[in-house]
């Protein structure tokens, strides 16, 4: 079974950068997207990027676009998550996931497996 497993995170100030990684332990990049949600404390988990597909540029959520870039290294088979210019808001517990080039588009957590363990990132103001 593909495990995907988290790092980077931490404790930073409002305004930092923080770059997530997420290192799959088989090839499920290959024949998926990968993707990034999150989960704030007493919330739903929400979606916040996921790779693009065919001639689609990445998809981002509306309150990270222009901050937060996903991207990925194939000969390290790990993804990333760059963050920028990091509000209290962004604090929250990030996962790692894949989704079917069937489902691109969704932002339903349903459409996306397997998850990593998450990694918390927690922006003081």
């Known amino acids: 079974q593909v495990q995907l497993v988290e790092s980077g995170g931490g404790f930073v100030q409002a305004g930092d950068s923080v770059r997530l990684s997420c290192a799959a332990s088989g090839r499920i990049f290959d024949n998926s997207l990968p993707a990034w949600f999150r989960q704030a404390p007493g919330k739903e988990r929400e979606f916040v990027a996921v790779?693009?597909?065919?001639?689609?540029?990445?998809l981002y959520a509306d309150s990270v676009k222009g901050r937060f870039t996903i991207s990925r290294d194939d000969a390290k088979n790990t993804v990333y998550l760059q963050m920028n210019s990091l509000k209290a808001e962004d604090t929250a517990l990030y996962y790692c996931?894949?989704?079917?080039?069937?489902?691109?588009?969704?932002?339903?957590?349903?459409?996306?497996?397997?998850w990593g363990q998450g990694n918390q990132v927690t922006v003081s103001s």
């Open positions: 790779e693009g597909w065919r001639d689609s540029s990445p």
């Open positions: 996931t894949a989704t079917a080039f069937s489902t691109f588009g969704s932002r339903a957590a349903r459409d996306f497996g397997p």
